[in-house]
């Protein structure tokens, strides 16, 4: 597979990593030309010329992902040069780093109202979405044509276990009467966001049905709720709003990533 196929196969599963590309060659330098796939753990595909500037060029490339920003960097291929790196070579490298940056992948459980105007919303943004719920008629493909995937059963706790949920996706709790259901589900697994639209009464009595199930508090600290951005949202399009804002804002912040040792 050429790697530009590979970008774009990359793209489509919504992964996140970085292109980093030779973009300027002056003097002596491993290579003039070439292009590599860096991922988030410092693993690669292709090369820009190997050696110790292809290993500070893929650390510069993970710390760009984790800041989710492109960026041109620059190095004096010469260990006498004043900010130069240990090699003889001589010659200056600029290499474009591109990060493609993965976007968060609802689980939208409840197929209501506000899960209705949080897929049109998604659907503007281009956010890949699957819908959850236990009725069948309200979760169809003609009440949610661009779903990648629709589960439905009686029982709505099996229905999220077809999501197979990941650290990738975003939970949405919306359901009409099964949250402590869809939520002790959720916080089985490592995923990227959970969020439950409750009162607080509600939040206070479905932790404590929770806590006596077995969910530790630390599982539960991890839900957001209420849920979305202070806005004060009335509407279900504009709670929808508040809660995308939410998702956003949580998925732009910065995570600890586990790098591979870099040998020099």
Known sequence: MLLMEKVAMLTRQNETFAL??????????PRHVGKMIVY??????????????????????VKAIQNGQ???????????????????CGGTLRVFIEVYTSRPELVLAGAG????????????????YCIVDDRVD?????RFPNATNLFVN?????ALLAANLNEKSYVVIVTKDCD??????????????VG??????????????????GVTQEQLEQVHSPIGLEIGSETSEEIAISIIGQIIKVSKEKKPIKVKQLNR
Do not use: W
Not at 113 to 128: C, I, R, V
């Open 180 to 193: 402590d259901i869809v939520l002790k589900t959720a916080l089985q697994f490592p995923i990227a966001y």
């Open 113 to 128: 109202h506000l899960g209705y105007a949080l897929s049109k919303l998604a659907d503007s943004l281009e956010y890949p």
């Open 40 to 61: 988030r753990d410092g693993t690669i595909e292709g090369t820009i010329g190997g050696g110790l500037a292809e290993h500070y060029v893929i650390e510069d490339s």
């Open 20 to 29: 980093a590309m030779i973009i300027e060659s002056k003097g002596s330098t």
């Open 196 to 213: 439950m639209v409750a009162s607080k009464r509600k939040v206070i009595s479905i932790f404590e049905k929770l806590k006596s199930e």
């Open 138 to 142: 309200y979760c169809t493909k003609e």
């Open 154 to 158: 009686e029982d709505i706790g099996k």
């Open 70 to 88: 492109s960026k041109i960097v620059e190095y004096k291929l010469n260990k006498y040069a004043k900010d130069g790196i240990q090699m003889n």
